[in-house]
């Protein structure tokens, strides 16, 4: 079993920062991949940013540029550090990981964007 633990979600003008984490209770080279998911009132849930265990990163064309996922192995934990936040970035945002067959999420951050 894996636990993913997000922090780092709230409330942020239009065009400022915020740094999200997951911290997982294994560590994250037992992980194929982790990533970040995030949905939106009304909205399924979409894909932001992965990272696999090779460190091969994939973001979703919304994000580039923008956002940036990252590691630290010493601590299990990933990283989405987003930057230029738009009003339409608002979501839950959601810590995700996959272990061959078997998907784990967190429990959601929420992400405002608002002035």
């Known amino acids: 079993q894996v636990q993913l633990m997000e922090s780092g979600g709230g409330l942020v003008q239009p065009g400022g920062s915020l740094r999200l984490s997951c911290a997982a209770s294994v560590s994250i080279f037992s992980l194929n991949v982790m990533g970040w998911y995030r949905q939106a009132p009304g909205k399924e849930r979409e894909l932001v940013a992965t990272?696999?265990?090779?460190?091969?990163?994939v973001y979703a064309d919304s994000v580039k540029g923008r956002f940036t996922i990252s590691r630290d192995t010493a601590k299990n934990t990933v990283y989405l550090q987003m930057n230029s936040l738009k009003p339409e970035d608002t979501a839950v945002y959601y810590c995700n990981a996959k272990r061959g067959i078997l998907t784990y999420w967190g429990q959601g951050t929420q992400v405002t964007v608002s002035s």
């Open positions: 990272l696999s265990s090779g460190g091969i990163t």
